[in-house]
């Protein structure tokens, strides 16, 4: 058991350059497609596809693709940052403030084309592009609520398989935004009415990444037993409602 919640654990968010001489084996990728291949899908659905590309070609084409970072996402951003290690370990929640650059963590900024929010994209020796269809819906799921958190749960199993092999793993969203998405779609002749939800980067770091502050709520912030708000504690005697 304590190997699994170590695998858990031990996951996290490489959002640094990789080794562009340092491929990732086909082999270990295999074990990645294999792990997303056991991921569980509402109604067995397995509702995706998954592009790799590998080409640097395709992967500076993707990195050079114009983007700009909405208000929207300005304004969310700026409610999930923390601007210390204290305020965020006092939070629990939420991302220190200096993983995004400057323009991304100032409310009020006026988003220009200027502002370069690509990702060290074509240096990565891969890429894999996450493909779904929006019309093979879960049954009866309002907003195919169900078939979207299926895809996180192929999302989690691939993030898992790659670290537990030793690989660095970048989820890159923004990916899936307009004008970005349709410019990618393009490039890899994606049919149109197909949606992608996000894609990874993945390999080994060039140089050790830096340690960064990881916080967690506590197992009794977000249980509750029997009703709402009724705390469930850890210890022994937390069988009892109170
Ligand atoms: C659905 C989803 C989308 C995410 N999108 C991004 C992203 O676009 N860029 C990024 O750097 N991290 C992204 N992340 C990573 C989260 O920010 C990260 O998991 C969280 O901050 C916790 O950090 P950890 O992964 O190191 O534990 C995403 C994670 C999930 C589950």
Not at 38 to 58: L, R, S
Not at 76 to 86: D, G, K, R, T
Not at 114 to 129: A, E, G, K, N
Not at 149 to 164: D, H, K, R
């Amino acid at each position: 058991m304590q190997g699994v919640l170590d695998i858990l654990r031990r996951r996290q968010s490489a959002r640094i350059p990789f080794d562009s001489k340092r491929p990732v084996a086909k082999e270990d990728l295999k074990q990645i497609f294999e792990a997303a291949r056991w991921a569980p899908t509402a109604h067995n659905m397995q509702n995706f596809e998954i592009i790799i590309v590998d080409d640097k070609k395709i992967l500076g084409a993707i990195e050079s693709i114009k983007s700009t970072v909405s208000e929207t996402f300005i304004r969310e951003n700026y409610e999930q940052l923390s601007f210390s290690e204290e305020e965020l370990l006092r939070k629990k929640v939420g991302i220190l403030g200096t993983m995004f650059p400057l323009a991304w963590r100032t409310p009020g900024y006026k988003p220009d084309k200027d502002i370069d929010s690509r990702r060290p994209i074509q240096t990565s020796p891969v890429m894999l592009i996450v493909v779904y269809d929006p019309d093979r819906r879960a049954p009866a799921s309002e907003g195919d609520f169900l078939g979207i958190v299926s895809l996180g749960c192929i999302m989690e199993n691939m993030w898992l398989m790659a670290n537990s092999l030793g690989i660095s793993f970048h989820v890159v969203s923004a990916i899936g935004t307009d004008p970005v998405e349709k410019e990618i779609k393009r490039i890899l002749n994606i049919p149109d009415h197909l949606k992608i939800p996000f894609a990874f980067r993945l390999g080994y770091p060039v140089s050790p990444p830096a340690k960064y502050l990881r916080v967690r709520r506590d197992i009794e912030d977000f249980t509750h037993h029997n009703r709402f708000g009724n705390r469930w504690k850890e210890s022994k005697d937390s069988g009892s409602d109170q």
